[in-house]
């Protein structure tokens, strides 16, 4: 009896380890959709799930810029989270600080969503510099960090994601295609 209890257990530990990929991390699902006059590509975060890395396309750039921006969920709840809006908060990208513009704070559940861009790029060259960044640190990691009067822990109680961009070219490209759309819809409106 002791032996077939050790023996189950021993099997259990093994499909544990073998699985381990699939309980640590997300898959990589991109959602790909057209609003209005844009078109975007988006994918959640792995360490939470709600925050998203988004490529906006509009068609008044005649499908031609892509707006990289991200968001951040947080249940804290200072009372000044709003006057964070168009303020360049420092982050790091996969280890190296930059900023980042918060462009919108909204409540969402019991905390809120903070948008923040990282600019706008010509599409092409940058969907393909990021592919090959990716591709060289096998990662894509943003964490928001403390600067001058500035605490992250303040306003974000998980300040870190990061997100897999396996399928980068493939989704920008079929956000760029639906971008197109909206411009001969319109033409022929």
């Known amino acids: 009896m002791r032996y077939n209890v050790f023996f189950v257990l021993i099997l ?3 499909s544990i380890l073998i699985n381990y990929k699939n309980f640590s991390s997300a898959d ?35 499908c031609n810029k892509v707006w990289n921006t991200f968001t951040f969920l947080t249940f804290e709840s ?57 591709t060289a640190e096998k990662k894509y990691e943003i964490e928001i960090i403390d600067g001058i009067n500035f605490k992250a822990e303040k306003y974000f109680d998980i300040p870190l994601n990061n997100w897999r961009l396996e399928n980068l070219i493939v989704s920008i490209s079929k956000a760029n295609k639906l971008c197109k759309e909206i411009i001969y819809n319109a033409k022929i409106l």
Do not use: C
């Open 12 to 14: 259990i530990l093994l």
């Open 28 to 62: 990589e699902v991109w959602t790909i959709k057209k609003y209005k006059r844009l078109a975007y590509a988006r994918v959640s975060g792995e360490v939470q799930h709600g925050d998203a890395l988004n490529f906006f396309i509009l068609a008044e750039d005649n």
């Open 78 to 134: 200072p009372g000044d989270i709003k006057q964070l809006v168009d303020k360049h908060l420092p982050i790091k990208l996969n280890g190296e600080e930059i900023t980042a513009k918060v462009t919108d704070v909204s409540p969402f559940l019991r905390g809120y969503r903070v948008m923040f861009s990282l600019g706008a790029f010509p599409i092409k060259e940058y969907v393909y510099f990021l592919n090959e960044f990716y």
